[in-house]
């Protein structure tokens, strides 16, 4: 069955780094769309990032310049690398596989 399993989420001061990782397994990998969401308590998740199967991005407004989404279709991996974290960027992040299977998600706090 599909499996997405996020890592690489924690506590991180405002201006900082984190690098979050999504091992998929139990379709196609290098064939269907990744995308990164996020979600607050009391609000819906919202799109942060996707890449197509060809490699092409699309970001949020809220976090052009400052995340890159990326693939390794090798590894069956997906990556968000997020800097100059702020702290309205707090928040749980969910990777997504062909616009349908969801991860359990992963933490990222950022402090101000």
């Known amino acids: 069955q599909v499996q997405l399993v996020e890592s690489g989420g924690g506590l991180v001061q405002a201006g900082g780094s984190l690098r979050l990782a999504c091992a998929a397994s139990?379709?196609?990998?290098?064939?269907?769309?990744m995308g990164w969401y996020r979600q607050v308590p009391g609000k819906q998740r919202e799109l942060v990032a996707v890449i197509s199967s060809g490699g092409i991005t699309n970001y949020a407004d809220f976090v052009k310049g400052r995340f890159t989404i990326s693939r390794d279709n090798a590894r069956n991996m997906v990556y968000l690398q997020m800097n100059s974290l702020k702290s309205e960027d707090t928040a749980v992040y969910y990777c997504?596989?062909?616009?349908?299977?969801w991860g359990q998600g992963t933490q990222v706090t950022v402090s101000s």
């Open positions: 997504r596989a062909a616009n349908i299977y």
């Open positions: 139990g379709f196609i990998f290098r064939s269907n769309a």
